[in-house]
């Protein structure tokens, strides 16, 4: 798919079909998730360039139906606030508590050298037990707050699937030295959230390759051995 990278080779694909596109210089991995069966799409994470994003959904001749935000920061939602609008579609998430981030977009933006970005203003705010949908796809919603604290992951259970954003990398995990970020809330979270979903669980994150549960429980040396 050129700048789309396929995640067939990690989950098996059989209920929806995940394309990572990562965008902006931060290569940030936006998602672009396919339900087979209703031809209908999300988008998580848009932080920039939605040129790509929206190439790679007609290359899957989906129809984007919302998009999702893991988390307030620019790199995530940059985009987001101008793509719905265009597309006339839904902002679910994150969590309320990463509202102040969304509401200073524009200032991160022009800080980093990154194209305008709007304040993005969530049709649905995100709490821990919720569910999110869209096709006949039902992804479960987490809060793990740490890195901000607002920050949400999106886990299918039918496929072993979590997209987890900047909680945990592979080898590492999260900052938590911007505005509101909490070194032992992320670990609590990571502890609570993450290890729960069950070893076998491919981690999406929202940098850097994909990952497992198992894999960063056993040598992640930030949350591995004795912490789990």
Known sequence: ???????????????????????????????????????????????????RILGAAEDEGVAIEKILLTHGHFDHAGAAARMARDLGVPIEGPHRDD?????????????FGFPPGDVVRPDRWLAQGDEVRFGEQVMAVHHCPGHTPGHVIFHHPA?????????????????????????????ESIRSRIWTLGDDVTLLPGHGPTTTVGEERAHNPFVGGAFG
């Open 1 to 51: 798919m050129g700048f789309a990278q396929r995640l067939a080779a990690d989950v098996p694909c059989s209920f929806m079909n995940v394309s990572i596109i990562p965008v902006t210089a931060f290569e940030q991995n936006s998602s672009l998730l396919c339900c087979e069966a209703s031809g209908r799409a999300a988008i998580v994470d848009p932080g920039g360039d939605p040129e």
């Open 99 to 111: 509202r102040f981030l969304l509401d200073s977009l524009p200032e991160w933006c022009a800080q």
């Open 159 to 187: 496929m072993r699937l979590a997209i987890v954003g900047d909680v945990i990398f592979r080898g590492s995990i999260g900052r938590t030295d911007f505005p509101r970020g909490d070194h032992e809330t992320l670990l």
